[in-house]
């Protein structure tokens, strides 16, 4: 089952019913949850797959209710099995699970508690990282910038796993789907795993352009205008197929 269908098999399982007809809540949500977490490390394994991360060195969440799907800290994706689930509430406390969850728990819990987020994906992708090194903002080489909201902020140092991370963290999401995390990678957010994922893609895509573009000697790459942009996501209000 790849990962957009496990999502498919989430929402699906929270209309499942029990043998009288009635509803089952309690087997509903569990349904829920294993589909749920099924997508998530498909996810995660993509990262790697990509390119976007070495290692463990990424994280990927998905909430679920009032509970929020995690990444185990320090295990390789491809290891990951059903009985791994690992949940906290947004809080913090850990609900489902023994393993510990990933170092960066801070991080992914502000978002929530911040945003209306079903997903969060933060990588190290090797374009965007580079980028967060050079600039304090990604300039504006595609369209696709007005799919994060904006110029895409970097996010000033902090050691990985602090609150103080995620405070910085949160300033350069402010009005943004997505931020750069200086000497550190990305980390983005969407109403679900697809969209998470997608936006992180897209964010490392236009590093490596941005970076690709600047390099060459004696020219300067063009860049997008506040009104194009705001053009841009008008149309993208529209983008997609309609139910």
């Not at 963290?169 to 990305?186: E, I, P, V």
């Amino acid at each position: 089952m790849t990962y957009s269908r496990a999502g498919e098999a989430a929402e699906q399982a929270s209309g499942r019913t029990g043998a009288d007809g009635g509803s089952a809540p309690e087997t509903a949500g569990e349904a829920a949850r294993e589909a749920a977490w099924e997508a998530l490390v498909a996810t995660a394994r993509r990262t790697v797959t990509d390119g976007l991360v070495v290692g463990t060195s990424g994280n990927v969440s998905v909430r679920v209710g009032d509970t929020v799907l995690v990444t185990p800290s320090g295990v390789p994706y491809d290891r990951l099995a059903p009985e791994d689930i690992t949940g906290v509430d947004l809080d913090g406390r850990q609900v489902l699970g023994t393993l510990v969850p990933t170092s960066e728990l801070p991080m992914h819990l502000a978002v929530y508690r911040a945003t209306d987020a079903g997903a969060v994906v933060h990588t190290h992708a090797v374009h965007a990282t580079a980028v967060s090194l050079l600039v304090p903002e990604l300039p504006p080489v595609h369209y696709m910038t007005a799919a994060l909201g904006g110029p895409v902020r970097v996010a000033p140092y902090a050691t990985y796993g602090t609150d103080e991370l995620a405070r910085a963290m949160l300033d350069a999401l402010a009005d943004r789907t997505g931020c750069l995390l200086r000497n550190h990678g990305t980390i983005t957010y969407g109403t679900s795993l697809d969209q998470a994922y997608d936006r992180t893609a897209q964010l490392e895509w236009m590093c490596r352009l941005w970076l690709t573009a600047s390099s060459v000697p004696g020219r300067s790459p063009s860049l997008l205008t506040e009104e194009q942009l705001a053009e841009v996501a008008d149309r993208l209000r529209e983008y997609g197929q309609r139910s």
